[in-house]
């Protein structure tokens, strides 16, 4: 059966530090990944989107970004974090084809101090 | 273009009564419709997707929802609440390209 792993699970990071959360998925092969963030109280935000290696789609400018080095491996990155980049982030993987749902990892709370 | 309403943001139900959460949606074409479930600091969950087959979708836990095209819905019900079921809910419409659209949430309490 195919798992998709998050971690950490929670950070926490001063402003203008760097960031990198990694997302990996098995059992499965070719997967198109996702990232979301969402914020308290929130619906989610589609940050970024892969069909391949090497191919990322941004959904959002902002100063996050996102690198897809292995098939199964999805990681996010940011050089120097700001306050708004604080929130929830969901890594999510679907099979490839029409119709097919996602599917989550257990997120990463992030707190910028 | 798609968009999806979820109608209520909080819904209060009695432990052993039925649950009703409801979903409306806008799509061009015939859309691939989906409930998650999320548990505090959780992931999201897949409850049950319709994607043009039944009508009527069974779910895991007990849930089921209705496509109902021409009230353009997909009401999500449960005959039964459970104290476990209290999470936040979404309802999430796809039209089968690589773009999921989600509604904002339900957040579900469910009453002693």
């Known amino acids: 059966s195919q798992t998709i792993h998050q971690w950490p699970a929670t950070l926490v990071q001063p402003v203008g530090s760097p960031l990198s959360l990694e997302c990996t998925v098995e059992?499965?092969?070719?997967?198109?990944l996702y990232w979301y963030r969402q914020a308290a109280g929130r619906g989610l935000q589609l940050l970024f989107y892969?069909?391949?290696?090497?191919?990322i789609s941004s959904e959002v400018p902002q100063n996050l970004s996102a690198s897809r080095p292995q098939d199964r491996q999805f990681i996010l990155s940011s050089k120097k974090l700001l306050l708004s980049d604080s929130g929830f982030y969901l890594c999510?993987?679907?099979?490839?084809?029409?119709?097919?749902?996602?599917?989550f990892g257990d997120g990463t709370r992030l707190s910028i101090l | 273009a798609q968009s999806v309403t979820q109608l209520d943001s909080h819904v209060s139900v009695s432990e052993g009564t039925p649950v009703l959460l409801r979903c409306n949606y806008s799509?061009?074409?015939?859309?691939?419709l989906f409930w998650y479930v999320q548990h505090p600091n959780k992931g999201l969950q897949l409850l049950l997707k319709?994607?043009?087959?039944?009508?009527l979708v069974k779910g895991i836990n007990g849930f089921e929802a209705e496509f109902k095209k021409s009230e353009t819905s997909f009401h999500l019900t449960k005959p039964s609440a459970h104290m476990s079921d209290a999470a936040e809910y979404f309802c999430?419409?796809?039209?089968?390209?690589?773009?999921?659209?989600f509604g904002t949430g339900t957040r579900l309490k469910v009453l002693a």
């Open positions: 059992g499965t092969s070719n997967p198109n």
């Open positions: 319709y994607t043009s087959a039944a009508t």
């Open positions: 999430v419409v796809s039209e089968g390209t690589y773009k999921y659209i």
């Open positions: 799509s061009s074409y015939s859309p691939s």
């Open positions: 999510a993987w679907r099979s490839t084809g029409s119709n097919q749902p996602q599917h």
């Open positions: 892969s069909v391949g290696i090497g191919q």
